[in-house]
Structures are given as structure tokens and as C-alpha cells.
């Protein structure tokens, strides 16, 4: 069956410091890949996603970067956080082309800049 | 760009009542899909229904269900029985057809909050 794991769960980090957030399927080749992220209170609002190895599609202006180094792994970056990073990451998938199966949510960081 | 509305932040009703949730979205196209999910306090994303846009037959899954209206633009989530379990942020969210232009990414409202009352 097909997983989607997400890491770190939550984090703490000050102002100016990197991250990394990453996520990984199982159990599925070559699936679409995004990165959202919601603001306290909010909805959801995309940040990137991938259709493939290396290929990044930026949705929102803004400090973050995301790379896919691998079929399923979807990293999101910063080199340096602002207090406006603050929120909550969830990374998502869906099988290549099956613009009709569903899309999966991974379980969620936390991310507070302080 | 497509765009999705849900024009109430929070809605409340009491326990084995119904309420409906309401959603108007945005696009010129003419095949797409249309999903509700629903987040928890825990934060997980769990889908409720989807909605292909071709099919006419609103889609029912045990106590949720849709009422779609095509040429309104209108995609409403009606729950019956409500339980204390329903309590969590809904999402409507849209997805184009169009794979390799829009890549499979969902479109989302900005939420409502629905609050069960025992």
C-alpha cells in the first residue's frame, strides 16, 4: 500500500536559521508532489509541486525552495526563516496522470520561527 | 485561475441534526473534479467526497453529501446526523482536468469551521 511520511513533525527555529522539511511516498514510482502550507486560522495555500525528478514548479513568490533529488522525495528548504514562515507544511501526492484518483496528505509539520 | 469561495468561517449544529456548508467556485473550464475534506484538531487532511464534473448524479458517501450545481458554480456539503466526530475545519477544493497544464493541484476555500453542540 502506499504511505506518505513527513519529518519533522514539528520544529522550533530562530529567525535567519535554514530548514528542511521532507517527505517521502512509499509504495508508488513517479508521483505528483506538492508542498502546501496554512497559516494559523487559515486555508491552504500552495507552494510548489513536481511532476517529476528535478522538475519544481513555484506557485508563491517567497524565500522557500523545494528540490526533488529523487522519485519520491520532496524536500522544502529555506536558507533563512522569517517570522512569516511560521505555520503548518503538509506534503501531498498523487499517482502520475490519474488526474482522476484522489490526492493524499501527509501528516503535517509544525513550524514556528521565532 | 481558478478560485474557490466558502462564504461562511464557521457554522454550528446540534448533534443528530443537519447542515449544509456551502462553496461557489471560479472557471472556464468544462471538466474538473470538486472534493470536500474535512481536518481535525490532529490536522490531518481526510477527504470526504469528490464530485466529477461530468456527472450529473450528485455524490453520496453514508451521511455526506453534495449537492452540485454545474452552471451556478455551486458545490455544497450537506451532513445528516451530526455527530460530535463531524466537529472540524471543511475544505472545498478543486481540481482541473487539464493534468499537464495545472499538474493535478487542488485549489482551496479558506475553510469553515464547523462546531457539533451536544
Known amino acids: 500500500s502506499q504511505t506518505i511520511h513527513q519529518w519533522p513533525a514539528t520544529l522550533v527555529q530562530p529567525v535567519g536559521s535554514p530548514l528542511s522539511l521532507e517527505c517521502t511516498v512509499e509504495?508508488?514510482?513517479?508521483?505528483?508532489l506538492y508542498w502546501y502550507r496554512q497559516a494559523a486560522g487559515r486555508g491552504l495555500q500552495l507552494l510548489f509541486y513536481?511532476?517529476?525528478?528535478?522538475?519544481i514548479s513555484s506557485e508563491v513568490p517567497q524565500n522557500l525552495s523545494a528540490s526533488r533529488p529523487q522519485d519520491r522525495q520532496f524536500i522544502l528548504s529555506s536558507k533563512k526563516l522569517l517570522l512569516s514562515d511560521s505555520g503548518f507544511y503538509l506534503c501531498?501526492?498523487?499517482?502520475?496522470?490519474?488526474?482522476?484518483?484522489?490526492?493524499?496528505f501527509g501528516e503535517g509539520s509544525w513550524l514556528t520561527v521565532v | 485561475a481558478q478560485t474557490v469561495t466558502q462564504s461562511q468561517p464557521e457554522m454550528s449544529v446540534q448533534e443528530a441534526e443537519t447542515v449544509t456548508l456551502s462553496c461557489t467556485y471560479d472557471?472556464?473550464?468544462?471538466?474538473?473534479?470538486l472534493f470536500w475534506y474535512k481536518q481535525p484538531p490532529s490536522r490531518q487532511m481526510i477527504l470526504v467526497i469528490r464530485?466529477?464534473?461530468?456527472?450529473?448524479q450528485n455524490a453520496t458517501e453514508n451521511r455526506f453529501s453534495v449537492n452540485f450545481q454545474k452552471a451556478a458554480k455551486s458545490f455544497s456539503l450537506k451532513i445528516s446526523d451530526s455527530q460530535l466526530g463531524d466537529a472540524a475545519m471543511y475544505f472545498c477544493a478543486y481540481r482541473s482536468e487539464r493534468v499537464w497544464e495545472y499538474g493535478n493541484k487542488l485549489v482551496f476555500g479558506a475553510g469553515t469551521i464547523l462546531r457539533v453542540k451536544s
Open positions: 501531498a501526492w498523487i499517482p502520475t496522470g490519474g488526474s482522476g484518483n484522489t490526492i493524499y
Open positions: 513536481s511532476v517529476g525528478i528535478g522538475q
Open positions: 472557471t472556464s473550464e468544462s471538466d474538473y473534479y
Open positions: 509504495g508508488t514510482s513517479n508521483p505528483n
Open positions: 464530485q466529477e464534473a461530468y456527472k450529473q
